[in-house]
């Protein structure tokens, strides 16, 4: 792991010019489980193979929660170091996050009362709804994608092989650079793990990078939006590869459940390759 970089060049502030301090802190009940709250200094993370396994292959990957907090671990370094050790560059992002109460009680309240908020909607509505709501990190996931182009020689990287890696909340933001604009910006492949979207007036085609959509049956937060994203991408003719789970509910990253969700990241490499991403 190297020191984490800033991914613009003028440095690039909160949503609203905000500036308010990082805090870090245990989620939930395992003490592993750190997540990361109030980022308004967007960096990537270059977690690196050795050059002997080095394949040339690079992920950007955008870990989850509610754009209101990072799954720093579970959904980003432990996904970093498992596909550095198979070869794969990766580069773990921390986005701009909506701005929360630093007290943890407080914090809690606000986490509840969003996602209360956030429960009115549905499907594509709420795909819509957390796009629309969180430019700022939409944004930071395309420049993560430029950047590690534009640096591809010096992580020993093939700038035609860099994709993006994305869960829940980070899947969203990787859906935005993977309709991006600006070519650039734009993932070579995509995994989108419980969560994405097809942003509103973007056209997947046969052209749209090829997707891995993954999802368990038993989502309580996003299994309608990825199921809707799975389809629709299929109906464009998008190369697809879509992993239904009986199990799993939301947020596992590569947390340990027992079950067959347990085994996406290795379904997920061999993907990559399948494509032919994966290669030395």
């Known amino acids: ?21 990082e805090i870090q802190h245990q989620f939930g009940d395992s003490a592993s489980n750190l997540v990361v709250r109030n980022v308004t200094r967007p960096t990537i993370t270059p977690f690196l193979p050795e050059p002997s396994k080095a394949t040339g292959a690079a992920v950007v990957i ?18 970093a170091r ?23 009680i407080a914090f809690r309240l606000h986490l509840v009362a969003a996602l209360t908020g956030l429960s009115r909607f549905k499907g594509s509505e709420l795909a819509q709804r957390l796009l629309s709501d969180n430019e700022a990190a939409l944004e930071d996931a395309k420049q993560a994608v430029r950047l590690i182009r534009e640096r591809a020689a010096q992580w020993r990287i093939d700038p035609t092989r860099v994709g993006a890696l994305g869960f829940s909340a980070g899947a969203f933001a990787v859906s935005a650079a993977l309709f991006a604009d600006d070519r650039s910006a734009r993932p070579d492949f995509a995994g989108l793990i419980y969560g994405g979207t097809v942003p509103e007036g973007a056209v997947p085609s046969k052209e749209t990078s090829p997707c891995f959509v993954a999802v368990s049956n038993d989502d309580g937060l996003l299994f309608e939006t990825s199921w809707d994203l799975a ?18 509910g939301h947020g596992y990253g590569v947390n340990v459940q027992g079950m067959s969700s347990d085994h996406w990241i290795d379904q997920f490499y061999w993907w990559l390759q399948d494509l032919g991403v994966q290669r030395n």
């Open 1 to 21: 792991m190297l020191d984490a970089l800033p991914i613009w060049p003028d440095g690039a502030l909160g949503p609203g010019g905000a500036t308010q301090a």
């Open 231 to 248: 389809l629709r991408l299929r109906s464009a003719g998008v190369p697809l590869e879509f992993h239904l789970y009986r199990r799993g």
């Open 62 to 79: 955008a870990p989850g929660g509610g754009f209101m907090m990072l799954s720093v671990n579970s959904e980003g370094t432990d996904v």
């Open 82 to 104: 498992w596909l550095a050790s198979r070869g794969v560059a990766a580069f773990v992002l921390k986005y701009r996050l909506q701005s929360t109460p630093a007290n943890s």
